[in-house]
């Protein structure tokens, strides 16, 4: 159901074969339909393999009384634990029985500072490094980073390896506390309820939760015995113990419940799979945890509801908690205290106050901006303007419909044509289109054979790129006019899933500070350098702090391998004489067609948002055969030329060379970029952009002399 997909409004995700990648940064808690993952990990959709409906089979279990005791858990919970004594008992021989052969560790106690250390495999462990990072920090730790991927800090290490850390402040080290949080969460709920059959429970963006099949309703009566549980588990200091399980007896162990069983068919690929303890919980999971429950210094319960299994109605009705958690409990003051503004500050709240903007549902998604919410439009575009005027950038227009054979070569006909709005134009005759071979109702269209079907059929465009390409190849280019900067506020469309729009954050008509820059190889890291500084003095005018990441060439990449190299070294050293250490680089998540460096700012109540975009591009130019004249032009150009033509019939010209596209944005959409500054200020917008610069009030009375009030509405 690609019309199920969340669009995003990054302005060139949909540029090409894209990133699947389509979540929004900020955005809440997934809705309660969605299909999630075990603890957090993607679930592939599961069809024609419904589990079978009812609460009935439940009620067959043993129904002990809700105890704290854990003498008084259910047999088979009792079992599950046992079965994971005797299994840990021979893991840890066989442990032990491992040869610990001395190995390199490069070692980083903080960011920036790097050191080769000696450990031994399978005895050294994060954890044990511990001890040589300083202690302020060493306190916030709380997970490790072992060659760039999560991992306990009691798993020993096996190999040679780079050893770093996250703290809660960290995203992955955060997701990892509120992961580790949810396993608490599952341990209550087992306590609380006895017989509660646990489904899956994943970290969100806005904490945790956990799934369970029980036999009645959570209510709100339960959530301050389920706390109380959880201050007394954390206070309990329960280790996470990890232990690897064969298929079968991870069948055995959580043959008691469908869901777990569930999950074991499906997720465990090999012949193994993890399991974690803490107290009395034994979870199927993938890891990895904080090191023990103590670090959960504050624990709440958000709310309570219900949800199907996997997502889908067919399947049981499961209870959900919502919770939160933190090292600290100025951390949960300080998270309420951000609900609470969020709350306040809500765009749409501020927007009906201060008449910004509405919505009809005549044209679902597509804001109307009112006088007042167009002079915020305005000035944020004259201040683009002006800086696009100081930097070389030039302005264009492009259409908003094409034919069907432009989406056909950039790629979006085959990938996204159903996120697109298509009309089939004839004579002059605008009709809406069936463009499968089934109408709407399942009848087949007039003549689904016919293969002139997409004959005048035309798609509003959902981004600028393939337009800008046609202006590019419309004459004859020369080295001497590159880096073309060319910019485009034209209107977008994106057909987002009805359910998934949101005030102005998600929308589907909107527009964008969009811009591609096409240049050559060489100019790459001057042209990043120069938007780096670009942004730089747009977001200090708003006060956003940003972060900086790099995701490099990725598996199934396209174009040639120096070529890449060549531009990440650009991007590297842009970065680098940007930013110094202070960056991230994510290997091997570029686009297939090029790197890309992520951009998140943050707000005045710290929510992260990407808005701006870099992505370099060698596939839009070669899709769409852009050229440009060299300056040797002659024999060096000619023997490269000549080559590539050998394996290319398309490529390109003698004398000519291939530009590279850049695709960027700063404020992104600029719908969302004003729903984001309208939170971020609280409605309070600064002088420059507030669209209500002045109002007079006349103070004196009417009489003795009516002049004044008379006076004041001439000025
Ligand atoms: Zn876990
Ligand atoms: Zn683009």
């Known amino acids: 159901m690609s019309h199920q997909r969340n669009i995003s409004l990054r302005p060139h995700d949909l540029w090409g074969t894209l990133d699947a990648e389509m979540s929004q940064n900020g955005n809440p808690a997934a809705p309660e339909s969605q299909t999630q993952g075990l603890k957090g990990q993607t679930i592939t959709a599961v069809q024609g393999n419904k589990l079978a409906a009812g609460k009935q089979g439940m009620a067959e279990q043993v129904h002990p009384k809700p105890s704290g005791a854990p003498g008084q858990l259910p047999d088979y919970i009792v079992q ?49 490094l511990l001890k040589d990072v300083p202690k302020d920090r060493a306190a916030k730790i709380v997970v490790a980073k072992v060659d760039g991927s999560v991992w306990d800090l009691d798993r020993p290490l096996e190999r040679d390896c780079a050893v770093a850390y996250y703290t809660f402040d960290d995203k992955e080290g955060r997701y990892v506390f509120w992961h580790s949080s949810a396993h608490v ?25 956990y799934d369970m099949a029980i036999d009645r309703p959570v209510t709100e009566a339960d959530w301050p015995s389920i706390e109380s549980r959880a201050k007394k588990f954390a206070k309990d200091k329960q280790q996470f113990v990890r232990l690897e399980v ?10 008691y419940s469908k869901y777990k069983t569930h999950y074991i068919e499906k997720l465990v690929k090999g012949e193994k799979s993890t399991v974690y303890r803490n107290g ?83 044209s679902p998604g597509s804001p109307f901006l009112l006088p007042h919410g167009v002079r915020i439009f305005n000035a944020l575009q004259a201040m683009l303007r002006d800086e696009y005027w100081d930097r070389g950038y030039q302005e264009v227009q492009s259409p908003n419909m094409y034919n069907v054979d432009l989406w056909k070569v950039s790629g979006h006909w085959q990938h996204y044509q159903d996120d697109m709005f298509r009309v089939k134009v004839d004579d002059d005759v605008a009709e809406p289109m069936p463009l499968s071979d089934q109408k709407p109702d399942g009848r087949p269209v007039a003549n689904p054979a016919n293969e002139d079907k997409d004959k005048g059929v035309f798609a509003l465009k959902p981004m600028n790129c393939p337009g800008h390409c046609l202006l590019f190849r419309d004459e004859e280019r020369s080295y001497r006019e590159l880096p073309w900067r060319v910019a485009d506020f034209g209107v977008l469309h994106r057909n987002e899933a009805s359910g998934a729009l949101s005030g102005l954050t998600r929308v589907r008509k909107f527009q964008q500070d969009d811009t591609h820059i096409f240049c050559t190889n060489a100019q790459i890291m001057g042209e990043i350098a120069g938007l780096f500084d670009f942004m730089d003095s747009v977001y200090k005018l708003f006060g956003f702090p940003f972060k900086l990441k790099l995701s490099t060439r990725p598996e199934g990449f396209m174009g040639k391998i120096e070529e890449w190299d060549a531009a990440e070294a650009q991007l590297k050293q842009a970065l680098q004489d940007f930013r110094g250490d202070d960056w991230e680089l994510n290997p091997g998540d570029g686009a297939f067609y090029g790197p890309k460096i992520d951009i998140t700012i943050s707000d005045a109540l710290g929510r992260e948002f990407q808005c701006a975009t870099i992505q370099l591009d060698f596939q839009g130019p070669q899709n769409f055969k852009l050229e440009y004249r060299t300056a040797e032009g002659g024999a060096a150009a000619d023997a490269d030329a000549a080559a590539a033509k050998e394996k290319d019939p398309n490529a390109l010209t003698t004398g000519m060379a291939r530009p590279v596209m850049i695709h960027r944005a700063i404020v992104g959409s600029f719908e969302r970029f004003i729903a984001i500054l309208c939170e971020h200020f609280g409605g309070k917008w600064p002088f420059w952009l507030s669209p209500r610069q002045i109002m007079i009030i006349p103070v004196m009375k009417v009489s003795p002399s009516p002049k004044p009030l008379s006076y004041s509405p001439t000025i």
């Open 80 to 128: 599950r634990n046992q079965l994971f004594d005797e299994l840990k008992k021979n893991y840890d021989e066989e442990m032990a029985a491992r040869e610990k052969t001395p190995i390199k560790i490069k070692f980083s106690p903080e960011p920036g500072t790097t050191k080769e250390i000696d450990g031994n495999a399978w005895d050294t462990t994060p954890g044990k």
């Open 185 to 209: 969460l599952g341990e209550c709920a087992e306590h609380q309820y006895g017989d509660c059959k646990l489904s899956h429970g994943p970290p969100t963006e806005m904490g945790f939760f």
């Open 246 to 255: 064969s298929k079968d007896d991870l069948l055995k162990m959580f043959g």
């Open 280 to 362: 009395d919980l034994v979870d199927l999971c993938q890891g990895p945890h904080i090191q023990n429950t103590r670090k959960i210094e504050a624990f709440k319960i958000m709310k309570n509801s219900s949800a199907y299994f996997l997502g889908d109605q067919a399947n049981d009705s499961l209870q959900r908690i919502h919770a939160v958690a933190f090292p600290s409990k100025q951390g949960l003051k300080d998270w309420e205290h951000r609900l609470e503004e969020a709350k306040k500050r809500n765009h749409q709240l501020i927007g009906k106050q201060q008449k910004l903007f509405f919505f009809s549902q005549l």
